[in-house]
């Protein structure tokens, strides 16, 4: 009489199958695992770069619109229409938007600055400040090691604050604004950055040519 024997596997064959599978899990887990981490390294890669270019659109918006017209400040002390250094600046800039179509002027008083790391922007609601006129100031971009503003004159040289000081001192004329302003900014993650602004509202200088002016 014959014997039936039916088809399966052996304890042994289990165990190797078993280990197949388990390697092939972990080499699969960790590839989806750097996936995921590349992943998420470009989105805040994309977010932190969304931020930068939106702080230098602000910016450049600000000081395309920069208008020669002084302020008092919260002590009543007359200040010009831009003043600044390396590390700050204060401005008066015109378009402020008015939704509402409130009676208020559409000119404005901004600054910017560095603190605690973030590029901080600084607004006021009115030109002509008293002792209780409060800015609302924000950040602009995060993770900033350092600022330089630069300012270029007349003369087309760079200056590191404005106005400048000797030039004051020389003419009886006011400052005005300089033709530009270059912002340097140092990050770990970027480097340095250089941005030019061109004031808008400064003339271009004069170009002399073989036929004249």
């Given amino acids: 009489m014959m014997r039936r024997y039916s088809a399966g596997f052996t ?3 289990l165990l190797v199958a078993m280990a197949i599978f388990a390697v092939v899990a972990v080499m699969a887990y960790g590839g989806l695992d750097s996936v995921l981490k590349m992943r998420k390294q470009g989105d805040e890669h ?6 930068l270019q ?5 910016l450049e918006r600000d000081i395309e619109q920069a208008v020669n017209r002084s302020i008092r400040d919260d002590f009543g002390d007359n200040q010009l229409a831009m003043v600044g250094d ?3 600046l204060e401005f008066t800039r015109t378009g402020r938007r008015n939704p509402a179509g409130f009676r208020r002027s559409n000119l404005q008083r901004i600054a910017y600055g560095l603190e605690d790391e973030q590029l901080m922007r600084a607004s006021w609601q009115v030109l002509d400040r008293a002792q209780d006129s409060e800015a609302a100031s924000g950040p602009l971009f995060e993770e900033v090691e350092q600022i330089t503003f630069k300012y270029l004159d007349d003369q087309l040289a760079w200056q590191s604050q404005w106005p400048v000081r000797n030039l004051t001192q020389a003419t009886a004329a006011p400052p005005g604004l300089p ?10 993650q970027w480097g ?3 941005r030019v602004f061109r004031v808008a509202g400064v003339p271009p200088v004069a170009q002399t040519t073989a036929g004249g002016s």
């Fill in 86 to 88: 390396d590390e700050t």
């Fill in 179 to 188: 033709r530009a302003i270059e912002l340097i900014i140092e990050s770990e």
């Fill in 46 to 51: 994309s977010v932190k770069l969304a931020a």
């Fill in 11 to 13: 304890l042994i064959e």
């Fill in 192 to 194: 340095e950055i250089r």
């Fill in 54 to 58: 939106t702080a230098f659109a602000i």
